[in-house]
């Protein structure tokens, strides 16, 4: 299957900590992106990279891709509360985004 | 300018009846999509309309299950003799990309509730 996996499945952070998010998956890729999903709703990009990239930074995202791996990790820095949320990574190829099943990220005060 | 929309927020019919759910994309956006996402699942991928080219449907669950997008524009998702198990948040995007690789902008989704 092409789908991400998303590891771990819940992660609790204190405030101001960073959180490490991993994504995992099986064919080759055109490129992976990452979404936030707040209260179930409609989801939010937040960043895309593509296959011949290796790192990429928004504010306080940043997002690592290793090809030869079959992985990626998106990187919160100095965490807030607002962060609590899901993300999913969704990889895309043979024209097509598919989406991982997300990870509950909860980010005490 | 607007994102995308959709309509209605929330419903609740009854097992057996029909519903429809419809999705207003982002003006100019060539490339359509709606999932399914059951609670604390992942996104569930059920169709895809891309400019005027014949729809990828492939991830329509079973023949209960149709899409039309009229005019390029606004689409609407059928759900005939709807199921218990068809209750789950149904959400559309949208995006620019003609690959079906780019960005995609959600809507807010329509929670289907079956009883």
């Known amino acids: 299957s092409q789908q991400g996996e998303e590891d771990p499945q819940a992660l609790s952070i204190q405030e101001g900590e960073n959180a490490t998010m991993n994504c995992s998956y099986k064919t080759s890729i055109n490129n992976l992106q990452w979404y936030r999903q707040n209260s179930g709703r409609g989801l939010v990009h937040l960043i895309l990279?593509?296959?011949?990239?290796r790192e990429k930074h928004s504010g306080r995202l940043r997002v690592t891709l290793d090809t030869s791996k079959k992985s990626s990790s998106l990187l919160i820095t100095a965490s807030r509360a607002a962060d609590t949320a899901s993300y999913f990574c969704a990889t895309g190829a043979n024209s097509k985004l598919t989406f991982g099943k997300g990870i509950t990220l909860s980010v005490r005060p | 300018g607007a994102g995308v929309s959709q309509s209605p927020s929330n419903k609740v019919t009854e097992k057996g009846k029909d519903v429809e759910l419809r999705c207003d994309p982002i003006s100019g956006h060539t490339a359509l999509y709606w999932y399914r996402q059951s609670l604390g699942q992942g996104l569930e991928f059920l169709i895809y309309?891309?400019?005027?080219?014949?729809?990828?449907k492939s991830g329509l669950p079973s023949d209960r299950f149709s899409a039309e997008r009229t005019g390029g524009s606004v689409s609407t998702l059928t759900i005939q003799r709807t199921q218990q198990e068809d209750s789950a948040v149904y959400l559309c995007?949208?995006?620019?990309?003609?690959?079906?690789?780019?960005?995609?902008?959600f809507g807010p989704g329509t929670r289907l509730l079956v009883l």
């Open positions: 990279i593509r296959s011949n990239e």
């Open positions: 995007a949208s995006s620019l990309a003609l690959t079906g690789l780019g960005t995609q902008y």
């Open positions: 309309f891309q400019g005027n080219s014949a729809p990828d």
